[in-house]
């Protein structure tokens, strides 16, 4: 199975723009699809990024995902940050098995 | 609109088996993977495993000699069951929908379930 690597922790100020990485140590990245999740204090996960680059409707468009194989790591990007988008970020792709990987999360920080 | 509610008993003694049930409302258990994830205090998230309407399971590796999943279509709810248990069981278990792209669309809210004499 591979692990997917993610930093600890991210802190920017309101307005500006944070990138969290998440690097799949074995197996392309692009063989399987890459969610990202947030979690808010006491609350249960919600998606805000499916499928590598996908948006639920309801999550606003200053979140974006992406991919790149050069790194084999898959991004998300949240620009115009909030105060609300202070939480913890999961990465989660599948291997071959089609058994779930979650990354380690990070804890973003709005200063 | 769909939910998933978790339930079963918030405390359970070491070596005994831990039993969660998630009840599936506002969508049809046959479609869709159903899965366990679990997140102990303070740490990150934890795939335990999932389950298909047909009963078919994929449990985690580290997990696997501990864990069932059994599911009931007709009504409606899949559950799981984790035995000899430990201290380091300790944790909020989730139930999720899960499609076939890899996604847990939806979550259940939570339950703690905490290991101790």
């Known amino acids: 199975n591979f692990v997917l690597t993610q930093p600890h922790s991210v802190s920017e100020s309101p307005g500006r723009t944070v990138t969290i990485s998440c690097t799949r140590s074995s197996g392309g990245v692009a063989s399987s699809y890459v969610q990202w999740y947030q979690q808010r204090p006491g609350s249960a996960p919600t998606t805000v990024i499916y499928?590598?680059?996908?948006?639920p409707s309801e999550v606003p468009d200053r979140f974006s995902g992406s991919i790149d194989i050069s790194s084999n790591s898959a991004s998300l990007t949240i620009s115009g940050l909030k105060t609300e988008d202070e939480a913890d970020y999961y990465c989660q792709s599948y291997d071959s098995n089609n058994q779930d990987v979650f990354g380690g999360g990070t804890k973003v920080t709005v200063l | 609109q769909v939910q998933l509610q978790e339930s079963g008993p918030g405390l359970v003694k070491p070596s005994e088996t831990l039993s969660l049930t998630c009840t599936v409302s506002?969508?049809?258990?046959?479609?869709?993977?159903w899965s366990w994830i679990r997140q102990p205090p303070g740490k990150g998230l934890e795939w335990i495993g999932h389950?298909?309407?047909?009963?078919?399971?994929n449990y985690n590796p580290s997990l696997k000699s501990r864990v069932t999943m059994s599911v009931d279509t007709s009504k409606k709810w899949f559950s799981l069951k984790l035995n000899s248990v430990t201290a380091a069981d300790t944790a909020v278990y989730y139930c999720s929908r899960r499609n076939f792209r890899g996604v847990s669309d939806v979550w259940g809210q939570g339950t703690m379930v905490t290991v101790s004499s």
């Open positions: 506002g969508d049809s258990i046959s479609s869709h993977y």
């Open positions: 499928e590598n680059e996908q948006r």
């Open positions: 389950i298909y309407y047909n009963g078919r399971t």
